[in-house]
């Protein structure tokens, strides 16, 4: 698990609606290599392979994805939980992704039409209009780039959105999540005892680099 603050200006839209229908409206060849962008396209392109040669897509939640992510965190192992979540049991992580798919928005990662990562972003109830996210990649998939992926999805979303800057709190212990950080930029403000504290702005030219088409990246 990862956890994060996303710090917005406070006249953010939550409505993910235009992302929705230029995503259904994009191109659907998996070979996107030689793709230089649509008027359709997402903030990034939504497809991309893992390290194994999967094809796996990025797109905004939909509420028919509903019964996929139930059954992805159900079958999450124990090692893959941290703090009490995901919640065990369906009941509970039905309640729980409830609540987080009506405060806020969410991306989810699918191989076929099965889901394997979910990024949720929620707004604080601070009055710096904060946003924290949380984000799950399933067990199988993990180092396979899957969470490297999803960030730079989340990073190209929050710049649509006018987003400043991310910040997060990750246990010392978890040096995956702590690679998958500072690959993409974040830096290391305040160490404690088990938990690092690190940000990222979200200023040019990170985001214009993470929101070009497949055919313009390095």
């Known amino acids: 698990m990862f956890g994060a603050v996303v710090i917005a200006r406070p006249t953010e839209e939550l409505d993910m609606s235009s992302s929705d229908s230029r995503a259904t409206a994009a191109c659907t060849a998996w070979d996107n290599s030689e793709c230089r962008g649509t008027p359709y396209c997402p903030p990034r392109c939504p497809r991309f392979e893992s390290k194994s040669g999967t094809v796996l897509l990025v ?83 993990q180092n396979e780039g899957v969470g490297s992926e999803m960030i730079k999805q989340l990073v190209a979303y929050a710049d649509e959105r006018d987003g400043n800057e991310l910040a997060l709190e990750v246990s010392t212990g978890n040096e995956r999540a702590i690679t998958v950080y500072k690959n993409i930029g974040f830096e290391v403000v305040e160490r404690g005892l088990s938990e690092l504290s690190m940000t990222l702005k979200l200023r040019r030219p990170l985001t214009r680099r993470v929101r070009r088409p497949p055919a313009e990246r390095d």
């Open 59 to 141: 797109r905004p939640y939909e509420a028919d994805d509903m019964d996929t992510l139930v059954r992805m965190y159900d079958d999450f192992d124990q090692y893959s939980r941290s703090m009490g979540l995901p919640p065990n049991g369906v009941s509970k992580i039905e309640n729980w992704l409830d609540r987080l798919t009506e405060r806020g928005w969410n991306l989810v990662a699918f191989d076929g039409n099965r889901a394997i990562g979910h990024v949720a972003v929620v707004p604080s109830d601070s009055v710096d209009y904060r946003w924290k996210f949380l984000i799950y990649i399933h067990q199988e998939y």
